[in-house]
């Protein structure tokens, strides 16, 4: 746990989240392919990832509103904004 906690990602990442900072350090189409790999991986072991195919939908609609290339923090405004359709840019 303590290197999970030292880990670059483990301290950025909320400090992004919360300032809304989509600059691109991990994008959100490489987490979709991340996302795809692990999928399959899951499958052919036979073990059940209930909320993957969700991410994978969420990441997936990076593309088409135009957030291919921002950060993965991305998502959480994806997400935000899902509800209504449509995507806020």
């Known amino acids: 746990m303590r ?12 400090k992004k989240v ?4 989509i600059n691109p350090d991990f994008s959100l189409w490489l987490g979709l392919k ?3 790999l692990g999928l399959a991986l899951a499958q052919s072991a036979g073990a059940p990832i209930p909320l993957g195919a969700a991410s ?4 997936a609609l990076a593309g088409p509103w135009g957030r291919a ?12 904004t899902c509800h209504a359709g449509h995507p806020k840019k």
């Open 3 to 14: 290197v999970l906690i030292s880990l670059t990602a483990a301290t950025n990442y909320p």
């Open 18 to 21: 919360l300032s809304g900072d």
């Open 34 to 36: 991340d996302i795809g």
């Open 56 to 59: 994978q939908q969420m990441f």
């Open 69 to 80: 290339h921002q950060d993965c923090t991305a998502s959480c405004i994806c997400s935000a």
